[in-house]
């Protein structure tokens, strides 16, 4: 049943390849269950209640995209988003969360309505093979400047912006230790060699002191302080259209960009690079949004944390349901989610950094207008902490380029469009 559902043989993977991706996947991403609640918290609220919404949002869409689009990509709410929503919409301007929760709301409404249209489809589907490629790449590096600052390795330095950390801590160590691990494994072709890494530096740093056993099991937290309280009507008011378009804009294309990095890793690109089913994936996600602001949590989006998955062999939307499975347990066993401290993920993902990287191979090299761009794109992701940024540096180069060198044929119209969008909104909202 699940091999005729999820097409198991045809995209040459089993129930047991989609498991072990399933868990490696959550393993990768289980800090946002934490991480989500401690910044939402800032905005004033229950952390208890938002660790819930957190876990309720990313388990249905997570099982959305699985069942519905049969993607091996997992969702959560973004981070980005999250500081938006509590350091730019309720602190810094001084909305309400409830208000600003709204906002989520109709965002992810407009979200839904654009995925069903063939508009989204078709912005994607118009990215230059040149900048698709960058934008693997660049969620790679993306991905490896959040590992090694995971891990430590990367600490902030005010002379120099970043330096290296202290490598004599027993976590930058066994993290250093992880990640080597991780990659001999794999070059061993020894099959979950990811989930091995990340459970031996656990293990390790319990052994060591370094970071506690927190128990197995504990009764959920009352979802209800933070579920379906939405101010709809506070939401509405014309002067927060802003915020409704900044939460529509980034969330459009950190899933864009996430959805063309993974699927690529996948190998589930078309031969003319483009993804099949897109519009039920989109569908997905900015479904999702919806469901998570009505739980009580900041817009939900596709996670780069599902590239370790597809790396452990997913390639269907089973590896999702497992994601989404695990998030139900999680509610659960929080004590015991809370064990896999940052430094054992952190490896992971920085592996997974290295493999995304290669996308950038796959640039035209011999074309200036093609790789200068697709370098800018790649760039401008880890530099600015931002996938959204990055894109938009990269369309806005790649536009200004072919306009300016007499190649005007070669930009579509959808490059362009998307490029004036990202010069509007860097002029109207910074």
């Not at 949590?297 to 997913?314: D, F, H, L, M």
């Not at 300016?404 to 910074?430: D, H, M, T």
Request: proline share 4%; net charge negative.
């Amino acid at each position: 049943m699940l091999n005729d559902f999820f097409k198991l043989e045809e995209h040459g993977t089993t129930v047991r390849r989609e498991v072990i991706a399933g868990v490696t996947t959550f393993l990768t991403m289980a800090y946002i269950i934490f991480v989500n609640p401690a910044i939402l918290s800032d905005a004033g609220m229950d952390f208890g209640g938002v660790f819930v919404a957190t876990c309720i949002a990313a388990a249905v869409g997570t099982l959305i995209m699985g069942l519905y689009a049969n993607y091996p990509i997992a969702m959560a709410p973004g981070m980005g988003l999250n500081a938006f929503f509590t350091y730019g919409v309720v602190l810094g301007m001084g909305h309400t969360w409830q208000v600003a929760l709204g906002t989520v709301f109709v965002s992810g409404i407009l979200f839904v309505i654009i995925s069903v249209l063939p508009i989204r489809e078709w912005i994607i589907n118009s990215i230059p093979k040149s900048l698709k490629m960058a934008t693997a790449a660049g969620i790679g590096l993306f991905l490896g400047i959040i590992a090694m600052k995971n891990a430590g390795l990367v600490v902030d330095n005010p002379a120099t912006l970043v330096g290296l950390g202290d490598i004599t801590q027993w976590a930058v160590i066994l993290a250093v230790l992880g990640f080597i691990l991780i990659a001999a494994l794999d070059a061993l072709k020894i099959p979950g060699a990811i989930i091995i890494g990340i459970l031996a530096v656990t293990v390790a740093g319990v052994i060591l002191g370094v970071s506690d056993f927190k128990g197995i099991a504990d009764v959920p937290p009352d979802p209800g302080t933070v579920m379906f309280q939405m101010d709809l009507g506070g939401a509405l008011d014309l002067a927060l259209v802003g915020i409704i378009f900044a939460f529509l804009f980034t969330d459009l294309f950190d899933t864009s960009g996430t959805l063309i990095g993974v699927a690529h890793r996948a190998g589930l690109l078309d031969k003319d690079g483009k993804l099949p089913r897109l519009k039920r994936a989109l569908v997905a996600d900015s479904t999702a949004t919806v469901i998570g602001a009505a739980a009580g949590t900041s817009p939900v989006t596709c996670y780069i944390e599902s590239a370790s998955g597809v790396r452990a062999g997913g390639r269907t939307g089973l590896t999702a349901i497992v994601v989404a499975v695990l998030f139900i347990l999680a509610l659960f066993l929080s004590p015991l989610a809370t064990t896999i401290p940052g430094y054992a993920t952190a490896p992971a993902l920085l592996f997974v950094a290295c493999l995304m990287a290669q996308g950038i191979t796959e640039v035209d090299w011999e074309d200036l207008t093609e790789y200068v761009p697709a370098v800018v794109l790649a760039m401008t992701m880890p530099f600015t902490f931002s996938i959204t940024d990055g894109l938009a540096f990269g369309f806005i180069t790649y536009a200004a380029i072919k306009l300016l060198s007499g190649r005007f044929g070669e930009a579509k119209p959808a490059v362009l469009v998307l490029a004036a969008l990202f010069i509007a909104k860097y002029a109207w909202l910074g």
